[in-house]
Protein backbone atom coordinates (compact mmCIF):
# COMPACT_ATOMS: atom_id res chain seq x y z
CA UNK A 1 0.00 0.00 0.00
CA UNK A 2 1.22 3.38 -1.17
CA UNK A 3 1.18 5.85 1.89
CA UNK A 4 1.68 9.39 1.72
CA UNK A 5 4.03 12.05 3.93
CA UNK A 6 1.72 14.97 3.22
CA UNK A 7 -1.52 15.75 4.34
CA UNK A 8 -2.78 18.21 1.44
CA UNK A 9 -4.05 15.91 -1.84
CA UNK A 10 -3.42 16.05 -5.31
CA UNK A 11 -6.29 16.08 -8.12
CA UNK A 12 -4.74 15.00 -11.49
CA UNK A 13 -7.25 15.35 -14.75
CA UNK A 14 -7.81 12.44 -16.96
CA UNK A 15 -7.65 13.19 -20.36
CA UNK A 16 -7.44 11.98 -23.67
CA UNK A 17 -3.71 11.35 -24.75
CA UNK A 18 -2.90 9.38 -21.52
CA UNK A 19 -5.32 7.12 -19.46
CA UNK A 20 -3.71 3.71 -20.13
CA UNK A 21 -3.47 1.87 -16.89
CA UNK A 22 0.06 2.44 -16.94
CA UNK A 23 -0.26 5.82 -17.42
CA UNK A 24 -2.91 6.18 -14.26
CA UNK A 25 -0.87 3.33 -12.17
CA UNK A 26 2.33 6.39 -13.09
CA UNK A 27 0.31 9.56 -11.75
CA UNK A 28 -0.70 7.37 -8.62
CA UNK A 29 3.03 6.36 -8.02
CA UNK A 30 4.06 10.25 -8.60
CA UNK A 31 1.15 11.44 -5.81
CA UNK A 32 -1.87 11.45 -7.05
CA UNK A 33 -4.88 10.75 -4.97
CA UNK A 34 -8.18 11.52 -6.63
CA UNK A 35 -8.45 11.58 -10.49
CA UNK A 36 -10.89 14.26 -12.39
CA UNK A 37 -13.18 12.81 -14.90
CA UNK A 38 -13.60 16.22 -16.80
CA UNK A 39 -17.61 15.63 -18.61
CA UNK A 40 -17.16 18.89 -20.68
CA UNK A 41 -14.77 16.73 -23.34
CA UNK A 42 -15.14 12.91 -24.13
CA UNK A 43 -18.44 10.50 -24.71
CA UNK A 44 -19.41 8.18 -21.64
CA UNK A 45 -17.62 5.19 -22.72
CA UNK A 46 -14.28 7.06 -22.35
CA UNK A 47 -15.24 8.41 -19.05
CA UNK A 48 -16.53 4.56 -17.86
CA UNK A 49 -12.78 3.20 -19.14
CA UNK A 50 -11.20 5.57 -17.01
CA UNK A 51 -13.10 4.81 -14.30
CA UNK A 52 -13.10 1.09 -14.03
CA UNK A 53 -8.97 1.33 -14.75
CA UNK A 54 -8.77 3.72 -11.42
CA UNK A 55 -10.79 0.69 -10.07
CA UNK A 56 -8.89 -2.27 -10.89
CA UNK A 57 -5.65 -0.03 -9.91
CA UNK A 58 -7.38 1.04 -6.49
CA UNK A 59 -7.11 -3.08 -5.54
CA UNK A 60 -3.96 -3.40 -7.12
CA UNK A 61 -2.26 -0.54 -5.12
CA UNK A 62 -4.67 -1.82 -2.03
CA UNK A 63 -5.50 2.06 -1.35
CA UNK A 64 -8.89 4.08 -1.75
CA UNK A 65 -8.71 6.43 -4.63
CA UNK A 66 -10.95 9.23 -5.30
CA UNK A 67 -12.74 9.54 -8.01
CA UNK A 68 -14.39 13.55 -8.87
CA UNK A 69 -16.46 14.00 -12.30
CA UNK A 70 -16.97 17.54 -13.16
CA UNK A 71 -20.08 18.73 -14.97
CA UNK A 72 -19.98 21.42 -17.73
CA UNK A 73 -22.43 23.74 -16.47
CA UNK A 74 -24.30 25.97 -18.88
CA UNK A 75 -21.77 27.63 -21.27
CA UNK A 76 -22.98 30.90 -22.87
CA UNK A 77 -21.45 32.27 -25.74
CA UNK A 78 -22.14 33.86 -28.87
CA UNK A 79 -22.98 32.88 -32.42
CA UNK A 80 -21.13 32.58 -36.08
CA UNK A 81 -19.98 35.09 -37.77
CA UNK A 82 -20.30 35.88 -41.66
CA UNK A 83 -16.28 35.14 -42.20
CA UNK A 84 -15.78 33.48 -39.31
CA UNK A 85 -14.18 36.28 -37.11
CA UNK A 86 -14.32 40.28 -36.93
CA UNK A 87 -12.17 42.73 -35.09
CA UNK A 88 -13.83 45.04 -32.70
CA UNK A 89 -12.42 48.63 -31.89
CA UNK A 90 -12.54 50.45 -28.59
CA UNK A 91 -15.40 52.64 -28.83
CA UNK A 92 -17.59 51.65 -31.45
CA UNK A 93 -20.70 50.24 -31.19
CA UNK A 94 -22.06 46.79 -31.34
CA UNK A 95 -25.37 45.16 -31.12
CA UNK A 96 -26.05 41.50 -29.75
CA UNK A 97 -29.36 40.31 -30.47
CA UNK A 98 -31.59 36.87 -29.85
CA UNK A 99 -31.60 36.46 -33.63
CA UNK A 100 -29.73 33.43 -35.61
CA UNK A 101 -28.18 36.37 -37.39
CA UNK A 102 -24.94 35.88 -39.14
CA UNK A 103 -22.67 38.41 -37.21
CA UNK A 104 -20.37 41.07 -38.77
CA UNK A 105 -18.68 44.27 -37.10
CA UNK A 106 -21.62 45.63 -35.84
CA UNK A 107 -23.87 43.18 -34.50
CA UNK A 108 -23.74 39.48 -33.20
CA UNK A 109 -26.22 36.74 -31.88
CA UNK A 110 -26.51 35.68 -28.36
CA UNK A 111 -28.98 33.08 -27.89
CA UNK A 112 -29.19 33.62 -24.26
CA UNK A 113 -32.29 34.88 -23.70
CA UNK A 114 -31.59 34.64 -19.56
CA UNK A 115 -28.84 37.13 -20.34
CA UNK A 116 -30.63 39.62 -22.09
CA UNK A 117 -33.50 39.64 -19.32
CA UNK A 118 -30.57 40.53 -16.55
CA UNK A 119 -28.71 43.47 -18.52
CA UNK A 120 -29.34 46.83 -17.54
CA UNK A 121 -27.25 50.17 -18.50
CA UNK A 122 -23.64 50.15 -17.44
CA UNK A 123 -23.33 46.45 -17.01
CA UNK A 124 -20.08 44.96 -18.94
CA UNK A 125 -20.29 42.09 -20.96
CA UNK A 126 -17.01 40.27 -20.83
CA UNK A 127 -16.18 38.13 -24.32
CA UNK A 128 -13.21 35.60 -24.98
CA UNK A 129 -12.55 35.12 -21.71
CA UNK A 130 -12.48 38.74 -20.97
CA UNK A 131 -10.10 40.07 -24.10
CA UNK A 132 -12.92 41.98 -25.10
CA UNK A 133 -15.04 43.57 -23.12
CA UNK A 134 -18.61 45.69 -23.91
CA UNK A 135 -20.85 48.61 -21.98
CA UNK A 136 -24.16 48.17 -21.98
CA UNK A 137 -25.87 51.39 -22.99
CA UNK A 138 -29.39 50.03 -23.76
CA UNK A 139 -30.92 46.44 -23.66
CA UNK A 140 -34.32 44.59 -24.21
CA UNK A 141 -35.63 41.09 -24.11
CA UNK A 142 -34.03 40.37 -27.30
CA UNK A 143 -31.20 42.96 -28.01
CA UNK A 144 -28.81 44.74 -26.49
CA UNK A 145 -26.92 48.04 -27.70
CA UNK A 146 -23.38 48.06 -26.46
CA UNK A 147 -20.14 50.17 -26.11
CA UNK A 148 -16.88 48.32 -27.29
CA UNK A 149 -14.53 49.12 -23.78
CA UNK A 150 -11.68 47.11 -24.65
CA UNK A 151 -11.50 45.77 -28.79
CA UNK A 152 -9.70 43.00 -30.45
CA UNK A 153 -10.87 39.98 -32.20
CA UNK A 154 -14.22 37.92 -31.48
CA UNK A 155 -14.47 34.55 -33.53
CA UNK A 156 -16.88 32.19 -33.68
CA UNK A 157 -18.67 30.45 -30.40
CA UNK A 158 -16.38 32.39 -28.29
CA UNK A 159 -17.31 32.32 -23.93
CA UNK A 160 -19.74 35.38 -22.76
CA UNK A 161 -19.63 36.31 -19.21
CA UNK A 162 -22.01 38.89 -17.16
CA UNK A 163 -19.96 39.56 -13.89
CA UNK A 164 -22.23 42.27 -11.98
CA UNK A 165 -25.57 39.88 -12.76
CA UNK A 166 -27.24 37.06 -11.57
CA UNK A 167 -28.97 34.95 -14.34
CA UNK A 168 -31.89 33.11 -13.74
CA UNK A 169 -30.13 30.09 -15.53
CA UNK A 170 -29.65 26.28 -13.76
CA UNK A 171 -26.41 25.00 -12.93
CA UNK A 172 -27.24 21.95 -14.85
CA UNK A 173 -28.10 21.46 -18.23
CA UNK A 174 -29.90 18.44 -20.13
CA UNK A 175 -26.44 17.34 -20.54
CA UNK A 176 -25.22 17.76 -17.34
CA UNK A 177 -28.35 15.74 -15.97
CA UNK A 178 -27.84 13.06 -18.28
CA UNK A 179 -24.01 13.20 -17.48
CA UNK A 180 -24.94 13.07 -14.07
CA UNK A 181 -26.91 9.88 -13.62
CA UNK A 182 -24.06 8.22 -15.74
CA UNK A 183 -21.36 9.06 -13.24
CA UNK A 184 -23.87 8.25 -10.49
CA UNK A 185 -24.39 4.66 -12.04
CA UNK A 186 -20.57 4.22 -12.15
CA UNK A 187 -19.94 4.89 -8.80
CA UNK A 188 -18.24 8.19 -8.98
CA UNK A 189 -17.29 9.32 -5.04
CA UNK A 190 -17.58 13.84 -6.08
CA UNK A 191 -19.27 15.94 -8.17
CA UNK A 192 -18.52 19.33 -9.35
CA UNK A 193 -21.33 21.43 -10.11
CA UNK A 194 -19.87 24.45 -12.32
CA UNK A 195 -21.64 27.88 -12.49
CA UNK A 196 -23.03 27.80 -8.90
CA UNK A 197 -24.60 31.94 -8.60
CA UNK A 198 -26.60 30.94 -5.13
CA UNK A 199 -27.26 28.22 -2.56
CA UNK A 200 -30.62 26.90 -4.18
CA UNK A 201 -28.24 25.74 -6.96
CA UNK A 202 -26.25 23.12 -4.67
CA UNK A 203 -29.94 22.44 -3.33
CA UNK A 204 -31.38 21.04 -6.71
CA UNK A 205 -28.20 18.39 -7.38
CA UNK A 206 -28.19 17.23 -3.72
CA UNK A 207 -32.08 16.65 -4.36
CA UNK A 208 -30.48 14.84 -7.13
CA UNK A 209 -27.88 12.95 -6.03
CA UNK A 210 -29.47 11.85 -2.68
CA UNK A 211 -26.25 11.66 -1.00
CA UNK A 212 -25.02 8.58 -3.43
CA UNK A 213 -21.33 11.10 -4.23
CA UNK A 214 -20.60 14.08 -2.37
CA UNK A 215 -21.16 17.39 -3.82
CA UNK A 216 -18.56 20.01 -4.40
CA UNK A 217 -19.88 23.65 -5.74
CA UNK A 218 -17.20 25.31 -8.15
CA UNK A 219 -17.07 29.15 -7.15
CA UNK A 220 -16.18 30.94 -10.37
CA UNK A 221 -18.91 33.74 -10.44
CA UNK A 222 -18.70 36.83 -8.23
CA UNK A 223 -22.29 36.45 -7.45
CA UNK A 224 -21.16 33.09 -5.35
CA UNK A 225 -18.98 34.91 -3.25
CA UNK A 226 -21.52 37.24 -2.39
CA UNK A 227 -23.28 33.64 -0.85
CA UNK A 228 -20.33 32.12 0.33
CA UNK A 229 -21.38 31.02 3.60
CA UNK A 230 -24.91 29.61 2.20
CA UNK A 231 -23.23 28.01 -0.37
CA UNK A 232 -20.25 26.43 1.97
CA UNK A 233 -23.32 25.43 4.40
CA UNK A 234 -24.94 23.25 2.10
CA UNK A 235 -22.15 21.54 0.07
CA UNK A 236 -20.20 19.27 1.02
CA UNK A 237 -16.97 20.56 -0.77
CA UNK A 238 -15.89 23.56 -2.09
CA UNK A 239 -13.47 24.29 -5.41
CA UNK A 240 -11.53 27.76 -5.95
CA UNK A 241 -12.16 27.78 -9.89
CA UNK A 242 -9.84 30.29 -10.48
CA UNK A 243 -10.73 30.24 -14.58
CA UNK A 244 -13.80 31.59 -14.55
CA UNK A 245 -13.45 33.86 -11.44
CA UNK A 246 -10.09 35.41 -12.88
CA UNK A 247 -12.32 36.61 -15.77
CA UNK A 248 -15.34 37.99 -13.72
CA UNK A 249 -12.93 39.77 -10.79
CA UNK A 250 -10.33 41.98 -11.36
CA UNK A 251 -7.13 40.26 -10.88
CA UNK A 252 -6.32 42.00 -7.59
CA UNK A 253 -9.52 40.73 -5.92
CA UNK A 254 -8.84 36.67 -6.98
CA UNK A 255 -5.52 36.18 -4.42
CA UNK A 256 -8.15 37.94 -1.93
CA UNK A 257 -11.19 35.74 -2.44
CA UNK A 258 -8.82 32.13 -2.87
CA UNK A 259 -7.94 33.12 1.05
CA UNK A 260 -11.64 33.99 2.00
CA UNK A 261 -12.89 30.59 0.48
CA UNK A 262 -10.25 28.72 2.10
CA UNK A 263 -10.77 30.50 5.21
CA UNK A 264 -14.44 29.69 5.42
CA UNK A 265 -14.24 26.32 4.19
CA UNK A 266 -11.62 25.89 7.40
CA UNK A 267 -14.39 27.61 10.16
CA UNK A 268 -17.17 24.85 8.36
CA UNK A 269 -14.93 21.80 8.21
CA UNK A 270 -15.39 21.37 4.71
CA UNK A 271 -12.89 20.12 2.42
CA UNK A 272 -11.47 23.07 -0.24
CA UNK A 273 -10.06 22.62 -3.31
CA UNK A 274 -7.47 25.45 -5.30
CA UNK A 275 -7.64 24.42 -9.10
CA UNK A 276 -6.70 26.07 -12.73
CA UNK A 277 -3.58 27.39 -14.06
CA UNK A 278 -1.77 25.79 -10.88
CA UNK A 279 1.56 24.72 -12.93
CA UNK A 280 0.10 25.63 -16.58
CA UNK A 281 3.43 25.83 -18.36
CA UNK A 282 4.03 22.46 -17.21
CA UNK A 283 1.83 21.64 -20.09
CA UNK A 284 4.40 22.23 -22.15
CA UNK A 285 7.52 22.58 -20.10
CA UNK A 286 9.00 19.75 -17.92
CA UNK A 287 9.50 22.29 -14.93
CA UNK A 288 6.96 25.08 -13.14
CA UNK A 289 8.20 28.71 -13.02
CA UNK A 290 8.97 29.94 -9.78
CA UNK A 291 5.49 31.79 -9.73
CA UNK A 292 3.52 28.93 -9.90
CA UNK A 293 5.72 27.02 -7.48
CA UNK A 294 4.67 29.78 -5.33
CA UNK A 295 1.40 29.95 -6.31
CA UNK A 296 0.90 26.11 -5.11
CA UNK A 297 2.83 26.69 -1.87
CA UNK A 298 0.39 29.90 -0.71
CA UNK A 299 -2.43 27.42 -1.17
CA UNK A 300 -1.14 24.94 0.90
CA UNK A 301 -0.06 27.66 3.62
CA UNK A 302 -3.48 29.39 3.09
CA UNK A 303 -4.88 25.69 4.42
CA UNK A 304 -6.26 23.86 0.91
CA UNK A 305 -7.29 20.35 1.27
CA UNK A 306 -6.11 19.92 -1.72
CA UNK A 307 -4.76 21.09 -4.97
CA UNK A 308 -5.91 20.53 -8.19
CA UNK A 309 -3.88 19.55 -12.00
CA UNK A 310 -6.02 20.37 -15.14
CA UNK A 311 -4.66 20.51 -18.36
CA UNK A 312 -1.02 19.80 -17.21
CA UNK A 313 -2.11 15.78 -16.37
CA UNK A 314 -4.98 15.74 -19.41
CA UNK A 315 -3.20 16.85 -22.09
CA UNK A 316 0.07 17.75 -21.30
CA UNK A 317 3.34 16.84 -22.09
CA UNK A 318 4.38 16.13 -18.85
CA UNK A 319 1.75 14.67 -17.02
CA UNK A 320 4.15 12.60 -14.51
CA UNK A 321 6.32 15.04 -13.76
CA UNK A 322 3.90 17.73 -12.70
CA UNK A 323 2.25 15.68 -10.24
CA UNK A 324 6.03 14.97 -9.40
CA UNK A 325 6.85 18.58 -8.22
CA UNK A 326 3.51 19.50 -7.20
CA UNK A 327 3.98 16.34 -4.29
CA UNK A 328 7.19 17.72 -3.72
CA UNK A 329 6.37 21.25 -3.33
CA UNK A 330 3.80 20.85 -1.02
CA UNK A 331 5.87 18.16 1.20
CA UNK A 332 8.63 20.84 1.25
CA UNK A 333 5.85 23.75 2.15
CA UNK A 334 4.49 21.04 5.17
CA UNK A 335 7.91 20.30 6.54
CA UNK A 336 8.31 24.73 7.53
CA UNK A 337 7.99 25.77 10.94
CA UNK A 338 6.43 28.79 9.96
CA UNK A 339 3.66 26.70 8.22
CA UNK A 340 2.91 24.72 11.03
CA UNK A 341 2.56 28.62 13.04
CA UNK A 342 0.31 29.66 10.16
CA UNK A 343 -1.98 26.30 11.18
CA UNK A 344 -2.41 26.80 14.21
CA UNK A 345 -2.76 30.28 14.24
CA UNK A 346 -6.24 29.79 11.57
CA UNK A 347 -7.07 26.99 14.15
CA UNK A 348 -11.11 27.03 14.76
CA UNK A 349 -12.57 27.39 18.18
CA UNK A 350 -14.60 24.22 18.10
CA UNK A 351 -18.34 24.22 18.02
CA UNK A 352 -20.57 23.40 20.63
CA UNK A 353 -20.98 19.49 20.09
CA UNK A 354 -19.76 16.44 21.56
CA UNK A 355 -18.30 15.86 18.13
CA UNK A 356 -16.37 19.04 17.77
CA UNK A 357 -14.94 18.48 21.77
CA UNK A 358 -13.89 15.06 21.45
CA UNK A 359 -11.98 16.14 18.21
CA UNK A 360 -10.07 18.98 19.74
CA UNK A 361 -9.01 16.96 22.70
CA UNK A 362 -8.13 14.27 20.45
CA UNK A 363 -5.91 16.84 18.80
CA UNK A 364 -4.50 18.48 22.25
CA UNK A 365 -3.92 14.78 23.22
CA UNK A 366 -2.42 13.14 20.31
CA UNK A 367 0.15 16.10 20.54
CA UNK A 368 0.60 16.34 24.32
CA UNK A 369 1.69 12.66 24.16
CA UNK A 370 3.27 12.80 20.96
CA UNK A 371 0.77 9.82 19.70
CA UNK A 372 1.91 8.61 16.52
CA UNK A 373 -1.57 8.72 14.69
CA UNK A 374 -5.08 9.63 15.89
CA UNK A 375 -7.63 6.88 14.65
CA UNK A 376 -11.56 7.91 13.78
CA UNK A 377 -13.79 4.53 13.37
CA UNK A 378 -16.80 6.66 11.47
CA UNK A 379 -19.50 5.12 9.36
CA UNK A 380 -20.58 8.28 7.47
CA UNK A 381 -17.01 10.03 7.75
CA UNK A 382 -18.15 12.88 9.45
CA UNK A 383 -15.87 12.46 12.45
CA UNK A 384 -13.24 11.80 10.51
CA UNK A 385 -13.67 15.45 8.59
CA UNK A 386 -14.12 16.90 12.28
CA UNK A 387 -11.07 15.55 13.00
CA UNK A 388 -8.84 17.09 10.12
CA UNK A 389 -10.35 20.49 10.85
CA UNK A 390 -8.60 20.83 13.66
CA UNK A 391 -5.49 20.23 11.39
CA UNK A 392 -3.49 17.80 13.78
CA UNK A 393 0.33 17.52 13.78
CA UNK A 394 -0.45 13.58 13.63
CA UNK A 395 -1.93 11.47 10.59
CA UNK A 396 -5.24 10.54 11.05
CA UNK A 397 -6.26 7.44 10.03
CA UNK A 398 -10.12 7.20 8.80
CA UNK A 399 -11.76 3.54 9.43
CA UNK A 400 -14.56 3.40 7.71
CA UNK A 401 -17.28 -0.01 7.17
CA UNK A 402 -18.15 2.27 3.85
CA UNK A 403 -15.74 2.00 0.63
CA UNK A 404 -17.75 4.82 -0.47
CA UNK A 405 -17.05 7.32 2.74
CA UNK A 406 -13.56 5.74 2.24
CA UNK A 407 -13.41 7.22 -1.18
CA UNK A 408 -14.43 10.49 -0.20
CA UNK A 409 -12.38 11.25 2.50
CA UNK A 410 -9.38 10.74 0.56
CA UNK A 411 -9.94 13.99 -0.93
CA UNK A 412 -9.82 15.66 3.14
CA UNK A 413 -6.57 17.01 4.55
CA UNK A 414 -4.83 14.55 6.51
CA UNK A 415 -7.17 11.82 6.30
CA UNK A 416 -5.87 7.90 5.27
CA UNK A 417 -8.79 6.77 4.74
CA UNK A 418 -9.31 2.72 4.88
CA UNK A 419 -12.06 0.41 4.82
CA UNK A 420 -12.62 -2.03 7.77
CA UNK A 421 -15.62 -4.28 8.43
CA UNK A 422 -17.67 -2.50 11.49
CA UNK A 423 -16.65 -2.85 15.09
CA UNK A 424 -18.94 -4.94 17.25
CA UNK A 425 -17.58 -3.42 21.08
CA UNK A 426 -15.40 -1.57 22.53
CA UNK A 427 -12.53 -4.57 22.62
CA UNK A 428 -12.85 -5.21 18.95
CA UNK A 429 -12.25 -1.25 17.56
CA UNK A 430 -9.34 -1.50 20.28
CA UNK A 431 -7.89 -4.40 18.84
CA UNK A 432 -8.66 -3.30 14.73
CA UNK A 433 -7.42 0.14 15.73
CA UNK A 434 -4.06 -1.01 16.66
CA UNK A 435 -3.60 -3.82 14.46
CA UNK A 436 -4.40 -1.44 11.46
CA UNK A 437 -2.33 1.26 12.49
CA UNK A 438 0.53 -1.22 12.63
CA UNK A 439 -0.29 -2.77 9.30
CA UNK A 440 -0.60 0.54 7.41
CA UNK A 441 2.97 1.71 9.44
CA UNK A 442 1.35 4.30 11.16
CA UNK A 443 2.97 3.16 14.25
CA UNK A 444 4.94 0.53 15.66
CA UNK A 445 5.40 -1.47 19.13
CA UNK A 446 5.90 0.92 21.94
CA UNK A 447 3.94 3.62 19.96
CA UNK A 448 0.68 5.71 21.42
CA UNK A 449 -2.26 6.16 19.37
CA UNK A 450 -5.45 8.02 20.00
CA UNK A 451 -8.76 6.51 18.92
CA UNK A 452 -12.24 8.30 18.61
CA UNK A 453 -15.46 6.82 18.15
CA UNK A 454 -19.30 6.79 19.02
CA UNK A 455 -21.00 4.05 20.86
CA UNK A 456 -23.60 2.71 20.59
CA UNK A 457 -21.67 1.65 17.00
CA UNK A 458 -22.71 1.78 13.58
CA UNK A 459 -24.77 4.43 14.82
CA UNK A 460 -24.30 7.92 12.40
CA UNK A 461 -23.46 10.94 14.22
CA UNK A 462 -22.89 9.67 17.48
CA UNK A 463 -19.08 9.97 17.99
CA UNK A 464 -18.66 10.69 22.13
CA UNK A 465 -15.23 8.39 22.96
CA UNK A 466 -11.88 9.11 22.77
CA UNK A 467 -9.26 6.18 24.21
CA UNK A 468 -5.25 6.16 24.37
CA UNK A 469 -4.17 3.21 23.27
CA UNK A 470 -0.48 1.52 23.44
CA UNK A 471 0.70 -0.42 20.20
CA UNK A 472 1.98 -3.65 21.60
CA UNK A 473 3.64 -6.74 20.52
CA UNK A 474 0.90 -8.98 21.33
CA UNK A 475 -1.65 -7.06 18.95
Known amino acids: MIKRNRNAKIIATLGPGRSSEQDIADLIEAGADVFRLNFSHGV ?9 TIRKLEERFGRPIGILMDLQGPKLRVGEFENGSIRLEKGQPFRLELTNVK ?11 EIFAALRPDMELLLDDGKIRLRVDKAGKDFAETVVVTGGKLSNNKGVNVPSAILELSAMTDKDRADLQVGLEMGVDWVALSFVQ ?4 VEEIKNIVKGRAGVMAKLEKPSAIEHLHGIVELADAIMVARGDLGVELPPEDVPVQQKRIINACRIAGKPVVVATQMLESMITAPTPTRAEASDVATAIYDGADAVMLSAETAVGEYPV ?4 IMDRIINRVERDRLYHKMTEAARSVPEATAADAISAAARQTAETISAQAIVSFSSTGSTTLRIARERPSVPILGLTPNMDVARRLVLAWGVHSARTKDVENFADMM ?16 DDIVIVAGVPFGIPGGTNIMHIAKVKDDD
Do not use: C, M, W
Not at 103 to 113: F, I, K, M, R, Y
Not at 321 to 324: A, N, Q
Open 44 to 52: HDDHRRRYD
Open 103 to 113: GNETVASLPHP
Open 198 to 201: RPSD
Open 321 to 324: ESVT
Open 431 to 446: GKSVRISKRLKFAQDG
